[in-house]
C-alpha cells in the first residue's frame, strides 16, 4: 500500500479488529515491510492513538484503551448496524440527542449504495407492543432475510417462501 494515510487508516482499523496482531502479519495485511509497520505505529502514537506492543514469539501490537477516539472504520453490514441502532435509540432518554446527532453525521458519511438498505429497514421496522409483552426470547433472524423483507415492504412487492414445504406468498406488511 503506497500512500502513507491510507496505510495509517488500514493499519488503524486492523488494530481495532482483534485482541492483538504481531507485526509480520501486519506487514503482510498492508503489503509493506515490519519496518514500516514499525514507523507507522509510531506515527498513530505521535497522533495520539495509543497503541500498546508486546515484545517475544507471541507479543504483537494491539489498539489500548485511552487517548483519542479513532476514526470509526465500519464495513458495510456494521454502517447498516450502527445506523438502524442509533435510529432505535431515538426513544431513548439520555440518548436521544446524543443518538440523534451521531446519527446525522454517520449519514452524512453513509456510501450511496447502503442507503436504499437503511432507508428500508428504517421504514419498515416496527416495535409495537404486542412484541414485546412476552418474556421469550427473540428469535435470531438472518440479517440478508430481514433486508430483503425489508426492501420488499418499501417497494411494496410481495414475497414468496416456502412453509412446512408448501410455497406462500404475502405482501409484507412490517418486520
Known amino acids: 500500500m503506497a500512500d502513507p494515510t491510507a496505510r495509517l487508516l488500514a ?3 486492523l488494530l481495532q479488529t482483534g485482541p492483538g496482531r504481531s507485526g509480520t502479519e501486519l506487514a503482510a ?3 509493506v515491510s515490519s519496518r514500516t509497520v514499525r514507523h507507522d505505529i509510531e506515527r498513530l502514537r505521535d497522533l495520539g492513538y495509543p497503541v ?3 515484545r517475544g514469539s507471541v507479543g504483537g501490537y494491539r489498539l489500548g ?4 477516539l479513532p476514526p470509526l472504520l465500519l464495513d458495510d453490514e456494521e454502517a447498516v448496524a ?5 435510529r432505535a435509540a431515538a426513544g431513548i432518554a439520555g440518548v436521544a440527542e446524543s443518538g440523534a446527532r451521531a446519527l446525522a453525521k454517520l449519514e452524512q458519511v453513509l456510501p450511496s449504495h447502503l442507503r436504499p438498505t437503511v432507508d428500508a ?3 419498515s421496522v416496527d416495535r409495537a407492543p404486542e412484541n414485546n409483552d412476552t418474556d421469550a426470547p427473540d ?3 438472518d440479517a440478508a432475510s430481514l433486508q430483503a423483507i425489508a426492501s420488499a415492504i418499501r417497494n411494496e412487492e410481495w414475497l ?5 414445504g408448501a410455497p406462500v406468498l404475502v405482501e409484507p406488511y412490517r418486520l
Not at 450502527?82 to 442509533?86: E, F, P, R, Y
Not at 414468496?160 to 412446512?164: A, G, I, T
Open 11 to 13: 493499519l488503524l482499523a
Open 52 to 54: 500498546d506492543a508486546t
Open 160 to 164: 414468496r417462501f416456502d412453509y412446512e
Open 139 to 141: 428469535p435470531e433472524v
Open 65 to 68: 484503551a485511552g487517548g483519542s
Open 82 to 86: 450502527v445506523t438502524i441502532g442509533l
Open 121 to 123: 429497514l428504517r421504514s
Open 29 to 31: 495485511r498492508l503489503g
